[in-house]
């Protein structure tokens, strides 16, 4: 239990205390209401004694009696009904509540920290009107009254003749039958005389004499002159005198509140409101018996006999009793009691208390227990079995020894008044009353035994429950407490005799005792016990009772020595449920919340769900709205277990409630609403327009839109592309300033910079929702919450704050949802916009809209409506307007040591934009865009550009990591049909034959020598797009043909083109703007190409020249046949390089089309010469020479567009491709030099081009497809693709567990690599006819030619002599001999040849083989010589005939 201000020690003692009558004349108690106080009112604050009493018990030993209180109270003939006493009760509760500001415990108890009120003034308050108002009865006589003081004023004209008539009236009260209400002690009760004088207006002589004349005929001992008044009631007095009076009144102000002219109370039945007006304490002035006031006929509880009890469970009955008690409060707070009294009519009062006791009713007491003390020893010194049998004959109709199961029979037994049962009885209430609690409990044990035998259930219940009081307050503890004498007299109330007032003061009283023997579980299962019976108190229902015995139950289980915390929640949610049911709205809602503090954030979802809807109500119902909102939104935003049905309930009450809350302050700020949720770092924001849909032919750009998915490296790519673009328009160099163009924030984006917008281009925010809960939720008219500082240039304007979307729209247009309907446990993203037409700082806040349900929703049984909600197959369509922040947390900061070691977040600024001056913007439009390609096919597309805004735009380039993929032509793209309609049949090459090679463009990269591999062939390409004057006016468009590729690997290709414009009029915020578009193209395998090239022995051509090479072929049809193609017809075969062009086609078939079905291959063999150049012009040059070789009837211009371009962009694309390192050191050794020098000669930079036409059928319709392979020969004699193979993975090998030798990288060249240094051919007769028998020897003139393949000069050695020694060799292939010098030493320079002009000699016939010579050849300024090698050529036979 709670602590209380009194200990139970003081708490039994006050509770039962001598009770005296008050029988007042008209006079007297006119002159207490002049201090608006009746006379037993008067003497309420001073009626305990300030000193000890002194009393002798029968054994005449002395007896001290301290801190005695006595209980004066007027007569009343009626006793007070159940009913009246259950609302006094209900009202006194309500109307203690906890005092604001109360510091309340902190107990800690586990994990929990509970604030709990330590004290309940409340059940105090409710246990002392209890005990006070219980009506006496006949089987115990503590409440019954000892004495009666009769009371006159010196005022009146006859006061003996008053006293007499008072004294006739309370015997006639006392012994008439006709009264048997109130209760009387014992028949002769001590009368005592009390005569009131006012001081001010009486007469103080008369008063003496009256007072001398009263002492002769009552004696001393029997009458008081109590002086009154001693101030005049309208007269200021600057002496500020106490009111002891208002905490006795306020605390029962029902009980105490009389019938006054000044301010009548009256209790108004619900039966008969105009019929029961009567005052509480039973005066009324007008009826009068015999001259005498009529003030004990009705009770001061008592109610009238035609009207019920409210029912104080009802809300709208409790309200009107509730609210009438504030009323009451106030009436009687202006009311100033005492005013008439000074301190020493103060003392006056005290000292007639202090008189009254000591020479009135102690002394009559200690004669009253004397007396019955001598008749229990009489009784004693009977003999038990003839005291039995007496007792059989004075009550024949008691039948002693009943069964147990007719104890029911027996609890109605009732003894006469002088029983001797009942002489015990009185005598141990007696002495309890006086705190004789030894003789008190002897008594009562003898008492108990009579009453048990006689089973006399009642009675027996009486005594045991006061034995074991009277047995716990001994002094010096000599027996501990019996509990189980409550215990029995506890269940014979409650269950025999059906008395739930007497078994609830058991309970209250045994409580407190084992409380203060800390036995916390067995108080509390004793205060359990009465709760769970279901019995009515005598038609009232018993749901205060049971709430404050388990609200004191609960404070037993936490202040248990191990507390028990979950119990004591649990029992404070059962007393807030019957507070509840009991009308007291604020102590239930006070238990909830106590209760909450345990299963808050424990898991126990439902049962939070429940104590925060009750908290939610009781709230509201106390208008309590911001409580009520608050629990009700912690109901919603948990994620709740409950059904569908409950929660829908929830949502309806929490609506209903907030609309309340609205109404209140209509003008107020938006509130926050809790539903849905809102995921704000999922919060995504767009700038621009929407991407137009794709209207036939004609397809917008992709852009960048609110349906793309967020990808780290596709958006690393188009930065990487934004970043080359912005160097290439500014020469090179990206300005400080720069910052990559974000159309689209989100939570991966970078957004610590505040984002630029663009004046009349909307702004789109998509906001995520979800729903948690299992009911749809419809938000209406929502729409962005924002805040606009706009600025011009002389400053700023004044901030304008919208909140509602239909204001202010000249500023910020802002785009109202009407409907958003969100389902059960859904996730749904909306997306607002925003219209801004003034340029400034803008600031979204959040969102604002109409929370609502649909409608349709069901009811839940058992959790009616509140009121004014309409329940029923439909619910109301009821919303509330509020709003939800924004509130987006940036990242956290984990750069420095003080950010790494604490935790902060940086800005996130993607909901606050700036507004920047107007800008052109662009839309690119795609028409015939294919989106299956065969690889290598060329396909002709046209590209719109359309200027949407009102700036010009101007300095528009594109960008891509796939140039190989597009074109817009070169300048012969004139000659080309400019709009798609003329184009339909055409095909995309140019077709138109032209004498004169064509000079092809100049590339960014270099295929010279010394720049391999380092040219700017390594950086992408910003290609302009050709615009009419360059500038794009507002409003205007152009059409482009634009030239695709397939790429040549197959599959499914991602293509980024990224459109770069300015505006004419340079932006300080914003230089430039971007336009993004990905094409997705699905190319299908087409050709295969692979092409060698090798040098031919024949070393003259026109000009006799060497260098001649011979160009290999092979073109393979790979294609499957899906993309429905019958076959392929090669139409030409072009070349294109700097220095080597094709010169014709050496194949023997007739120049045909060559068709390849699927999985055929063919095979072309062409001759290639060198160009025809100038010698200044060799190295300085970068055009490339385009020749043609044509398998049909009409001539592929190669050096136009597209084809052209194509061969370009595959040519950038090969030089990106790392093809073999310099050394990292060219300065450590000169032989790599020479290395690098000879390798050189076996490189070749020839290009074939392999046109073609495919022929498919589609729908029933034949089509010409057309496309271009490119295959890039670098080396001769090495193998070259069309497209990179693929590499076989290699297999596996075994682990190697030791260091390999650091071998050193020859320098040597390889064999092959000195083959192609100098080039040698001899020159000779195929025979020779020599007449061996007139000349012996046979000169035969043979010619060497020298050729000198590299770019350098070089050193030539020739030597004649054989190299080979052996015999056998020399008459295998026949002996010969050179005549003349037997070596040569020559210079040639770069590109020369010379012919050295010999002589061989034969001595016989045979076949010779003339390739003997061994040439060396080193660098001109490199000390290494290498020799050259002739393996690869073909033998120089030469037949020698005789003539």
């Not at 009146?156 to 004294?167: G, V």
């Not at 008369?206 to 002086?227: D, F, H, N, P, V």
């Given at each position: 239990m709670a602590q209380c201000v009194q200990s139970v020690q003081e708490l039994i003692p006050d509770s039962f205390v001598p009770c005296v009558a008050a029988l007042c004349s008209d006079e007297a108690e006119r002159l207490t209401r002049l201090n608006h106080l009746s006379f037993a009112e008067l003497l309420k604050p001073f009626s305990r004694l300030t000193s000890e009493v002194h009393m002798r018990d029968p054994n005449n030993q002395l007896h001290i009696i301290k801190n005695l209180k006595i209980a004066v109270s007027n007569i009343v003939t009626q006793p007070p009904q159940p009913g009246a006493i259950g609302k006094l009760l209900n009202d006194v509760v309500s109307g203690s509540q906890p005092a604001e500001g109360l510091v309340a415990n902190v107990i800690t108890a586990g994990d929990y920290d509970l604030?709990?009120?330590?004290?309940?003034?409340?059940?105090?308050?409710?246990?002392?009107?209890?005990?006070?108002?219980?009506?006496?009865?006949?089987?115990?006589?503590?409440?019954?009254?000892?004495?009666?003081?009769?009371?006159?004023?010196?005022?009146?004209?006859?006061?003996?003749?008053?006293?007499?008539?008072?004294?006739q009236e309370q015997h006639r009260i006392q012994h008439n039958s006709d009264y048997s209400y109130p209760k009387w002690f014992i028949p002769n009760t001590l009368k005592y005389y009390v005569l009131l004088h006012d001081v001010t207006s009486g007469d103080e002589q008369?008063?003496?004499?009256?007072?001398?004349?009263?002492?002769?005929?009552?004696?001393?001992?029997?009458?008081?002159?109590?002086?009154i008044n001693s101030r005049a009631p309208n007269r200021a007095s600057d002496e500020q005198i106490p009111d002891p009076w208002s905490q006795y009144l306020q605390k029962n102000s029902i009980q105490n509140q009389e019938s006054y002219e000044d301010g009548p109370y009256t209790l108004t039945s619900s039966k008969n409101p105009d019929s029961n007006l009567l005052s509480l304490d039973g005066l009324d002035n007008e009826v009068k018996v015999d001259g005498l006031p009529n003030n004990f006929r009705v009770h001061p509880l008592q109610l009238d006999e035609c009207g019920d009890l409210p029912n104080n469970a009802d809300g709208s009955d409790h309200a009107k009793s509730a609210s009438s008690v504030p009323e009451t409060k106030k009436a009687s707070a202006g009311v100033i009691h005492g005013a008439c009294l000074t301190l020493t009519d103060h003392d006056r009062i005290r000292?007639?208390?202090?008189?009254?006791?000591?020479?009135?009713?102690?002394?009559?007491?200690?004669?009253?227990?004397?007396?019955?003390?001598?008749?229990?020893?009489?009784?004693?010194?009977?003999?038990?079995?003839?005291?039995?049998?007496?007792?059989?004959?004075?009550?024949?109709?008691?039948?002693?020894?009943?069964?147990?199961?007719?104890?029911?029979?027996?609890?109605?037994?009732?003894?006469?008044?002088?029983?001797?049962?009942?002489?015990?009885?009185?005598?141990?209430?007696?002495?309890?009353?006086?705190?004789?609690?030894?003789l008190a409990y002897s008594c009562y044990h003898t008492a108990k035994k009579d009453f048990l035998n006689d089973q006399a259930m009642l009675y027996a219940a009486g005594a045991l429950e006061m034995a074991a009081v009277s047995a716990f307050l001994q002094p010096g503890a000599p027996r501990p407490y019996p509990a189980h004498y409550m215990d029995t007299a506890i269940q014979t109330y409650r269950d025999i005799c059906k008395n739930m007032v007497l078994a609830e003061r058991c309970v209250l009283l045994s409580a407190e005792i084992l409380k203060s023997q800390s036995k916390y579980s067995e108080a509390a299962a004793l205060l359990i016990r009465l709760t769970s019976e279901q019995n009515t108190w005598k038609g009232l229902d018993s749901d205060l009772r049971s709430a404050l015995l388990l609200e004191q139950a609960a404070h037993c289980f936490i202040n248990m020595k191990s507390p028990m915390v979950r119990k004591y929640a649990f029992h404070m949610i059962l007393a807030g449920h019957r507070f509840s049911k009991a009308g007291q709205k604020k102590h239930a809602l006070r238990c909830y919340c106590q209760a909450m503090q345990v299963y808050k954030g424990k898991g126990w979802s439902l049962a939070e769900d429940h104590i925060n809807f009750t908290i939610g109500r009781q709230s509201y119902t106390l208008r309590q709205?911001?409580?009520?909102?608050?629990?009700?939104?912690?109901?919603?935003?948990?994620?709740?277990?409950?059904?569908?049905?409950?929660?829908?309930?929830?949502?309806?009450?929490?609506?209903?409630?907030?609309?309340?809350?609205?109404?209140?302050?209509?003008?107020?700020?938006?509130?926050?609403?809790?539903?849905?949720?809102?995921?704000?770092?999922?919060?995504?924001?767009?700038?621009?327009?929407?991407?137009?849909?794709?209207?036939?032919?004609?397809?917008?750009?992709t852009h960048i839109s609110l349906d793309q998915e967020y990808d780290c490296e596709s958006s690393q790519q188009w930065r990487e592309l934004e970043e080359h673009v912005v160097a290439v328009a500014n020469k090179g160099i990206i300005p400080s300033s720069f910052y990559p163009t974000q159309y689209c924030l989100n939570s991966y984006s970078d957004n610590s910079r505040f984002p630029l917008a663009v004046v009349e281009e909307p702004i789109t925010v998509e906001v995520a929702f979800r729903n948690p809960l299992k009911v749809p939720l419809l938000l209406s008219d929502l729409s962005l919450l924002w805040k606009f500082q706009p600025k011009d240039a002389n400053g700023k304007d004044t901030?304008?704050?919208?909140?509602?979307?239909?204001?202010?729209?000249e500023m910020i247009g802002t785009e109202v949802i009407s409907e958003f309907l969100i389902n059960s446990e859904e996730s749904k993203v909306a997306r607002l916009k925003l219209f801004p037409h003034h340029i400034g700082e803008l600031h979204i806040l959040g969102v604002v809209y109409n929370l609502g349900t649909i409608q349709g929703s069901v009811t839940v049984d058992g959790l009616g409506a509140l009121p004014g909600c309409h329940t029923g197959k439909h619910s109301l369509s009821m919303s509330v307007r509020g709003r939800q922040d924004l509130e987006i947390q940036g990242p956290r900061l984990n750069n420095t040591k003080e950010e790494k070691t604490s935790v902060k977040y940086g800005p996130d600024r993607r909901l606050d934009p700036i507004v920047t001056e107007e800008m052109p913007l662009l839309e690119v439009f795609f028409i015939h865009f294919p989106t299956g390609l065969l690889c290598g096919e060329i396909r002709k597309a046209y590209v719109e550009f359309v200027n949407v805004s009102k700036c010009p735009l101007t300095g528009l380039k594109v960008v891509s990591k796939r140039p190989e993929f597009f074109t817009f032509g070169g300048n012969t793209a004139v000659l080309t049909p400019l709009s798609p309609s003329t184009s339909e049949n055409c095909s995309a090459y140019k077709t138109v034959v032209t004498d004169s090679p064509f000079e092809g463009i100049a590339l960014v990269s270099s295929a010279s020598s010394v720049d391999f591999g380092t040219g700017t062939g390594q950086q992408l390409e910003a290609i302009p797009v050709p615009l009419p004057d360059s500038v794009l006016l507002p409003g205007a468009s152009v059409q482009l043909p634009m030239w695709l590729r397939g790429p040549d690997e197959e599959g499914v290709h991602e293509i980024n083109f990224l459109f770069y414009y300015e505006s004419v009029k340079k932006q300080p915020k914003r230089r430039h703007r971007i336009l993004r578009h990905t094409a997705v193209i699905c190319t299908s395998r087409s050709l295969n190409v692979r092409a060698t090239v090798c040098r031919s022995n024949s070393l003259e051509d026109e000009e006799g020249r060497g260098g001649n090479m011979l160009v290999f072929v092979d073109v393979e049809n790979i294609n499957t046949n899906e993309a429905g193609v019958k076959e392929f017809h090669m139409v030409q075969v072009s070349s294109s390089s700097k220095h080597w062009q094709?010169?014709?086609?050496?194949?023997?078939?007739?120049?045909?089309?060559?068709?390849?079905?699927?999985?055929?291959?063919?095979?072309?063999?062409?001759?290639?010469?060198?160009?025809?150049?100038?010698?200044?012009?060799?190295?300085?040059?970068?055009?490339?020479?385009?020749?043609?070789?044509?398998?049909?009837?009409?001539?592929?211009?190669?050096?136009?567009?597209?084809?052209?371009?194509?061969?370009?962009?595959?040519?950038?694309?090969?030089?990106?491709?790392?093809?073999?390192?310099?050394?990292?050191?060219?300065e450590k050794h000169a032989a790599e030099d020479a290395v690098r020098l000879i390798e050189k000669c076996s490189e070749v930079d020839l290009n074939i081009v392999v046109l073609w036409k495919a022929y498919v059928v589609e729908d029933n319709k034949q089509l010409i497809l057309e496309g271009q392979h490119h295959v890039v020969l670098h080396t001769i004699g090495k193998e070259a693709f069309s497209h990179s193979q693929k590499q076989e993975p290699p297999e596996m090998e075994l682990l190697k567990f030791f260091r390999p030798e650091n071998t050193m990288v020859s320098t040597r060249p390889s064999v092959e690599q000195l083959s192609n240094l100098i080039k040698t051919s001899l020159h000779y007769p195929e025979s020779f006819h020599h007449p061996f028998h007139q000349k012996s020897l046979c000169l035969v003139p043979v010619t060497l030619l020298l050729s000198n393949c590299s770019k350098a000069d070089v050193d030539v050695i020739v030597d004649l002599r054989h190299k080979t020694t052996s015999p056998e060799s020399l008459e295998t292939h026949g002996s010969f001999t050179w005549l003349g010098q037997t070596q040569y030493k020559l210079q040639l320079k770069s590109q020369e040849t010379h012919s050295l002009q010999l002589k061989a000699c034969f001595v016989h016939t045979g076949v010779y083989n003339l390739g003997t010579p061994r040439v060396f050849a080193k660098l001109l300024d490199q000390v290494a010589v290498f020799e050259t090698s002739q393996q690869n050529s073909m033998p120089a036979l030469i037949i020698i005939n005789n003539a």
């Open positions: 604030n709990i009120s330590a004290t309940t003034p409340w059940f105090e308050s409710y246990r002392e009107t209890f005990l006070q108002s219980m009506p006496a009865s006949d089987h115990e006589f503590l409440n019954h009254y000892l004495a009666c003081m009769l009371v006159a004023s010196s005022g009146e004209a006859e006061p003996m003749e008053q006293f007499s008539k008072l004294s008369r008063a003496e004499s009256i007072y001398e004349e009263m002492k002769q005929k009552y004696g001393t001992q029997g009458c008081y002159l109590l002086k000292q007639f208390i202090q008189e009254f006791t000591f020479r009135g009713l102690l002394p009559h007491i200690e004669k009253t227990i004397r007396q019955l003390n001598d008749q229990l020893i009489s009784r004693k010194g009977l003999s038990r079995s003839l005291f039995s049998a007496t007792k059989k004959w004075f009550s024949g109709s008691k039948v002693p020894e009943k069964s147990i199961n007719e104890l029911k029979n027996t609890s109605g037994l009732l003894y006469p008044p002088e029983a001797p049962e009942l002489q015990i009885r009185k005598m141990a209430d007696l002495c309890f009353l006086v705190q004789h609690y030894d709205l911001d409580n009520a909102v608050s629990a009700f939104r912690h109901i919603l935003i948990n994620e709740s277990k409950q059904s569908a049905a409950q929660q829908g309930a929830f949502l309806r009450e929490y609506l209903y409630v907030y609309k309340n809350v609205n109404q209140l302050s209509p003008d107020g700020p938006l509130p926050q609403l809790p539903l849905p949720y809102i995921n704000s770092s999922a919060t995504r924001v767009f700038f621009g327009h929407d991407r137009r849909p794709a209207d036939g032919e004609k397809q917008a750009a901030e304008k704050v919208k909140e509602r979307v239909t204001d202010e729209s094709l010169y014709k086609s050496v194949n023997i078939s007739e120049n045909k089309d060559a068709k390849l079905a699927s999985r055929e291959k063919g095979k072309f063999c062409f001759k290639a010469i060198r160009c025809k150049q100038k010698e200044a012009a060799v190295q300085s040059s970068e055009k490339y020479t385009f020749a043609d070789i044509i398998f049909g009837n009409e001539q592929i211009v190669s050096s136009a567009s597209p084809c052209a371009d194509f061969f370009y962009r595959s040519l950038s694309s090969e030089l990106k491709k790392p093809q073999g390192q310099l050394p990292a050191h060219p």
